[in-house]
């Protein structure tokens, strides 16, 4: 599984951004994460869909303000991002795994496939 992540840029404080997860296999079998990862902080959960259908997110970043959903059909995940605040700012990854389970779904090391990042930058 190839991922590709798109949809970072510039925003202002309050804006919105759709960012989407392109994969090159069929991925819904699959667990679809997105992670973020601010300049010299460590890796972080954002939000991930189970391939049941369940949702979780990072109840202190995203929770109310970002909105995952994914499309089996065109092996694509989608994170619409509104509301956006300058500790925002940080390179976004997607990522695929099999193993995660809900339960652990928000750790980074289930996964096994991750895409190149796009940035997001959120000027105040």
């Known amino acids: 599984v190839q991922l590709q992540a798109s949809g970072g840029g510039l925003v202002q404080a309050g804006g919105s951004l759709r960012l989407s997860c392109a994969a090159s296999?069929?991925?819904?079998?699959?667990?679809m994460g997105w992670f973020r990862q601010a300049p010299g902080k460590e890796r972080e959960f954002v939000a991930a869909?189970?391939?049941?259908?369940?949702?979780?997110y990072n109840a202190e970043s995203g929770k109310g303000r970002f909105t995952l959903s994914r499309d089996n059909a065109k092996n694509t995940v989608s994170l619409q991002m509104n509301s956006l605040k300058p500790e925002d700012t940080a390179v976004y990854y997607c990522?695929?795994?099999?193993?995660?389970?809900?339960?652990?779904?928000?750790?980074?090391?289930?996964?096994?496939?991750w895409g190149q990042g796009t940035l997001v930058t959120v000027s105040s």
């Open positions: 869909i189970h391939w049941s259908g369940g949702i979780k």
């Open positions: 296999g069929r991925t819904s079998g699959y667990v």
């Open positions: 990522a695929a795994g099999r193993s995660p389970s809900f339960a652990t779904m928000s750790r980074a090391g289930e996964y096994d496939y």
